[in-house]
């Protein structure tokens, strides 16, 4: 409620202040500007380099949970790494001589 009876003064004394500062912000107009531009161009250098080291992380992170999942099978691996080096050259493993 009193948001609505002080209405009327903050709208008198806000227009009445922003209109004595507006030669103020005329001339502050052009760093503004500048400051606008920097930044833009400043961003536009920036994404790039922002979006190539996202990937990098995604693919360290995809590295990360592979072997996360494959090492507990690793010592199966190994087993059967050493049953096939075992069994590559014997007779038995080959089905056609020589």
Same mark, same amino acid.
């Given at each position: 409620?009193?948001?609505?009876?002080?209405?009327?003064?903050? $709208?008198?004394?806000? !227009?009445?202040? *922003? %209109? @004595?500062?507006?030669? /103020?912000?005329? =001339?502050?107009?052009? &760093?503004? +500007? #500048?400051?606008?531009?920097?930044?833009?161009?400043?961003?536009?250098?920036? $994404?790039?380099?922002? !979006?190539?080291? *996202? %990937? @990098?992380?995604?693919? /360290?992170?995809? =590295?990360?949970?592979? &072997?996360? +999942? #494959?090492?507990?099978?690793?010592?199966?691996?190994?087993?059967?790494?050493?049953?096939?080096?075992?069994?590559?050259?014997?007779?038995?493993?080959?089905?056609?001589?020589?």
């Amino acid at each position: 409620m009193f948001y609505l009876l002080t209405l009327p003064f903050r $709208l008198f004394f806000g !227009l009445l202040f *922003g %209109l @004595i500062l507006l030669p /103020f912000t005329v =001339l502050f107009l052009p &760093f503004l +500007l #500048l400051r606008i531009v920097l930044k833009a161009t400043f961003s536009l250098i920036m $994404l790039p380099v922002a !979006l190539v080291m *996202g %990937l @990098i992380g995604i693919a /360290f992170a995809l =590295l990360a949970v592979s &072997f996360a +999942l #494959l090492i507990p099978l690793f010592p199966f691996v190994v087993i059967g790494v050493c049953i096939w080096l075992l069994t590559r050259n014997s007779r038995a493993a080959t089905v056609i001589q020589g």
